[in-house]
């Protein structure tokens, strides 16, 4: 749910619970003022009557008027002692309308020249509460469409103005990528609001101190692997030198194999560090049309040989010619890496299927079981049993992958580890 | 055959002097920058093994000044970097190749016999050993004036026990010469071991005078008869 939909939906239902109470209190209002100027009337009606009827007497008891009528009946002494001034709601007849019409009424009693306790009372039609209500429901029912009307636009007007830093903060996070976009993108986002121009700030700090800690990271990793390269040669050099000493028997160069094997492996871990380092580093800029189709071949060559002893049978299918803009290494890397997985978890007399259509590679193998799909491009995860392996090199086709936007996707199906990279069009 | 060693770390730069001296190199070293620009100065060598982190200085530093000086040698760039930028920068001013670190003792005893090869104007161009003669640029062998026929990988192989005459060499740096970093993973290196078979059996059946011997566990070293 959005914003501008959230505070309005609330605003809604806020409004119309405050109308609602503001539109009963209302109605109660306006009763009250017309009972109240209604008794009023009545009260100065009453004297009216008295004063006509003290002077002149009265024979006719009950009086119609325009504005109301009044009746006078003779009670009796005890009943009148008892009795209080009251005003009460009730019905009158009307008989053009023919029918009953609310009606307010002054209750009192008085006495007359002759001794004689009356009761009067004096009515007064009063207006037609229902309508009244019909009335106040329907202004208070306008009164909130309006209202409600005009502040969404309002608000929606308002919000989407003054929200306009937090639109383009949030565009600019969902495109932000440690170590691309910020520093080649910054933040520019200036509003007088402050709150906002606080966020900004804070984020603009945030980010600049990941990208400090990411390149510190980055360097770190780059430094090591570049200082551990002349010791390591020193070693696998000095084993070199070791092994030509005539006095060296079998069993130590056994020994002095096992180790430099160990090293050599240290030294590709090494190298695949850097080259990681270095493509997270974009430095490799050239770039150049690549013909997929060409480079498996030829990779596939060497592989072939190779791996002659497992006898793997490769299937390769061009559906199409697959040309991409990259630079010349990476692209090999990245094709090697896939074939020299393939070719490496791959058992004995096992199946190598490569499919490239006009903007899809797909590389499957022979396998056994179903790999961790989101393990598998992660650094240093490997096959326990290939302790050879440096766990890097799927590693280093994912991040060339996502250095020219491609999409690779690990599945498995039918016996199959199937690789399969997406050339966007 | 002189060769200079221009690097900083001792115990490297030692190894390197050993290994070279045993091919027949003259070896002399240099251990910062200003050594090594008085050493270019005063002598002349066949071959100049640079460093490019030097104390003192820049190795490609040294190349300027040594092309400045008008002199002809040889270079090889040696470095921990192995960045393109860095092998750009060294051949384009003039360096005649390029070696990362590490490197396999066997590799830099191909390269530096390459180069020098390479430069000596007008010398003969191939290498003779025993019976037998190759033609490096034209990729090609004959023995008793007989040429064999060797693909594309023997011949790799072949030209990489040549310039390693009574080297042992081990299979993995044998392997990555001929195919390069594609070994990376290579869970064994049974296909080392047939190709060299394969080698093996033509050229004792050329009647080569040189034969390749498996030092078992190890690799392999090319004996001169």
Known sequence: MRLLHYTLSRLTIILFCILSVWAFIFYRFMIDEINDE????????KEHILRKFLIQGDDNSMQEQIMGSYKITPIPKDIAKEYSETYIDTVIYVDIESEYEPARALKTTFMGPDEQHYELIVLSSVLEKEDLIETIWWSVLILYIILLISIIWVSEWV???????????????????????SLAQPLNNETRIKEFSDLNKSISEMTLRNEKIYQSQKQFIGNASHELQTPLAVCINKIELLSEMPECTEKQLSILNDMYETLQRTVRMNKSLLLL??????QFPD???????????LLLQDFSEIYDEKEIIVNIEEKGVLKWLMNETLSSVLLSNLLKNAFVHTPKKGEIKIIISSKKLTIANNGFAKLDENKIFSRFYKDENKKESTGLGLSIVSTIAALYNLNIKYSFHNDMHQFEITFPK | ??????????????????????????????????????KIEDYNYDCILLDIMLPGGNGLMLLEELKRMGKKESVIIVSAKDSIDDKVAGLNLGADDYLAKPFHLAELNARVKSVIRRNKAGGSLEITLGNMVVYPDLQTVKINNKELVLNRKEFSLLYYFITNPNRLINKIALAESVWGDH???????????????????????????????????????????
């Open chain 1, 277 to 282: 380092s270095r493509i997270e580093n974009n």
């Open chain 2, 1 to 38: 055959m002189k060769v200079l060693i221009i690097e900083d770390e001792l115990s490297l730069q030692e190894t390197m002097k050993l290994s070279l001296e045993r091919e027949g190199f003259v070896v002399e070293t240099a251990g910062n920058y200003s050594q090594g620009l008085l």
């Open chain 1, 287 to 297: 770039t150049k049309e690549i013909s997929i189709n060409d480079n498996i071949k």
């Open chain 1, 159 to 181: 919000l989407k103005r003054s929200m306009q830093p937090l639109y383009k903060l949030l565009q600019w996070l969902s495109k932000y990528t440690l170590g691309r976009y």
């Open chain 1, 38 to 45: 209604t008794d009023n009337m009545l009260s100065n009606y």
């Open chain 2, 183 to 225: 070994i990376d993973q290579a869970d064994n290196f049974d296909f080392i071991y047939s190709q060299v078979k394969n080698l093996r059996k033509k050229l004792t059946l050329s009647g080569a005078s040189v034969e390749i011997k498996a030092v078992y566990g190890f690799g392999y070293k090319l004996v001169t008869e």
